[in-house]
Each structure stands twice: as C-alpha cells, then as structure tokens.
C-alpha cells in the first residue's frame, strides 16, 4: 500500500514539475489582459495580433529555457489526456471571449431581443461563471492546483465588476490578466534561477 | 535457512540497487523521458546515471533511442515490457518480504 502510495506520488512530484515554469501561468494571464485590452482599445483586431504574436513566443520560450533545464518527458495515456484538456480549456476560453465580444458589439446596436437583453443584464456574472468554472474544472481535471485561484480570482473579480456601478468589464480583466501574468513571470524566474540549463554541460551522446 | 534466505535469492539485484530503483521507479510511472528530466527527478549526476541506465539496458530493461524533437536530437529513455514485468516481480517481492517479518 505503501509503496503504491510513494510511486502516485513519484508521478504527480514529476507531473507537477512540468508546471514549475509559469509559462502556462503567463498565457493565461496575458490572455486575460488580452481581453481587457480589447475591450478597453475597443480594437478586436488587437485580439488577433496577440494570438499571431504570443502563440510562437511562448512555443521558443518553451523549447530554448523550459526544456534543457527539465528534460523532455512523455507521460502516459491518462497525463496526455489531461494536457489536451489543458490546451482544449484555452481555446474554449479564448473563443468564448471572441463570442461575448461579439455579443456585446451585437449588443450596443440597441435592436436585440429581450432573451438577449436578460443575459446582457446579467453579462458580467455569466462570463465570471463560464470562465472562473472552466479554469476551476480544468484545475480538478489536469491536476494543476494554482488553476483553481485563477478561476476564483475571474469569478470574484467579475461579480465585483457587477456589483460597482460604473467600473469597466475591460479595467477588471486586465487587471485580473496582469496579476495572473504577474505570478508567471515570478514563477518563470525562479524557475530560470532554481534549475541550471543542464542541456549544455552533457556529453553529446546524451543531449537532454 | 529459513524463508529471508529464499527471498534474497529471488529479489533483483538489477533493480535493488537504490539508484536504479529510483531510475526504475521514475520509468515505471511514466511513458518515456530524456536524461535531463532523469537527472532532475533522481538527483543523479550524468556519469552515475549513464552508469546505471547501461546496466538496466544491458539487462533488457531499459531503451534506449535517440529521437528528433523539435528538429533537436534527444535521447529517450523508456522501460522494457520485461522491465516493467521485473519491476512488478520486485515490488511483490519487497513487500512480501516485510509483510512475513513477526512483530517486534
């Protein structure tokens, strides 16, 4: 039983380590920026630019620092699973914020129906639930605690956002994306300093 | 001699050694891996590790392939079917051993 226990735990210490990074954690966050900015520029374009620029960025920020200090590793059916989720989770979130940024354009032409208008009331609290739940679930799914504090951190945010009268839905997503990228930048750097680039130091035969 | 005596003529001293437990045990709960992501999860140097992985390779229980991921070189290191097997073997091995000693 014991032993049973340590090698779970042996998996889930090595799992865990692939998230030490912080780079999943500045995706995030500079996604939610993204949409926050969006909204205040009130540019949808910018939107496009940032997934045409970040996408590549984060691949090289991947392959040049995150991968010679933690080696390459393939994780069985359950773990790859999850991973997808992960990525699936984003794209999710990231459509969604295009298809709420079209409603609220849709929206502000003043011509829609009173179903519309009965979520536009309550448009705030409703993308809180969708995206706070969808980072929440996923946290549960993938196993990737620091998921759940994001998710409660949009939700709570936006019911804030509700609540004030007059503060703008773009203020608090920016807000709540620049504290998010924040925690993966300080992530990132530790990271960078607590593992050394090991890739360069070993025998050619071996080359990580 | 007693029952200790047949148990330690049955346990695996390829994978009794601490190191390549360790190795073995990291292989065993995940699919693949490099050096580097061994080297971090067991605490090995390069030279200690390459030591071990040829012993386990040398016995069947270990691969070792050279790969191209992301047009970069790697060498992954993946547990054999009988690899697998014989970590199995020695884990109900170890803990019948410590389940058969009497109470202190």
């Known amino acids: 039983m014991s032993n049973k226990l340590a090698l779970r735990e042996l998996e ?22 993204m949409f926050g900015l969006t909204i205040i520029i009130d540019f949808p374009a910018f939107s496009a630019i940032w997934i045409a620029a970040m996408m590549p960025a984060f691949r090289e920020l991947g392959r040049k620092l995150v991968v010679p200090r933690i ?26 914020g ?32 969708v995206w706070g739940g969808a980072l929440a679930a996923t946290g549960k799914l993938v196993d990737f605690p620091r998921l759940y504090a994001y998710g409660v951190l949009v939700f709570g945010s936006l019911i804030v956002t509700d609540l004030i009268e007059g503060y703008h839905l773009g203020i608090s997503l920016s807000l709540v994306g620049g504290i998010i990228l924040l925690a993966g930048i300080i992530l990132f750097t530790r990271f960078i300093r607590r593992y050394p680039k090991l890739e360069d130091g070993l025998p050619e035969t071996s080359n990580g | ?23 073995t045990a990291h292989l065993y709960v995940i699919e693949s891996a490099d050096y580097v992501f061994l080297m971090q999860n067991t605490g090995l140097t390069w030279g200690n590790l390459s030591s071990h992985l040829s012993k386990l390779e040398g016995a069947g229980y270990v691969d070792i392939t050279k790969e191209f991921i992301e047009r970069k070189p790697h060498t992954m290191v993946q547990l054999t079917e009988s690899g697998r097997v014989a970590f199995d073997t020695y884990r109900r091995q170890m803990k019948a051993l410590f389940e058969d000693l009497p109470e202190a």
Not at chain 1, 72 to 84: C, I, N, T
Not at chain 1, 118 to 128: E, R
């Open chain 2, 1 to 23: 001699m007693g029952d200790t005596s047949k148990h330690e003529i049955t346990i695996d001293r390829i994978i009794h050694e601490p190191a390549r437990l360790l190795i």
């Open chain 1, 12 to 33: 889930k210490k090595a799992w865990l380590r692939t998230f030490e990074h912080g780079l999943w954690d500045i995706g995030i966050g500079s996604m939610f920026l």
């Open chain 1, 98 to 129: 295009i298809v709420f940024f079209l409603f609220f354009t849709w929206m502000s032409r003043g011509t829609s129906p009173a179903w519309a208008q009965w979520i536009s009331d309550h448009f705030v609290i409703f993308i809180g639930l």
């Open chain 1, 71 to 96: 080696g390459h590793v393939q994780f069985r059916a359950r773990r790859k699973l999850a991973k997808g989720r992960l990525r699936g989770m984003l794209a999710v979130v990231m459509l969604l």
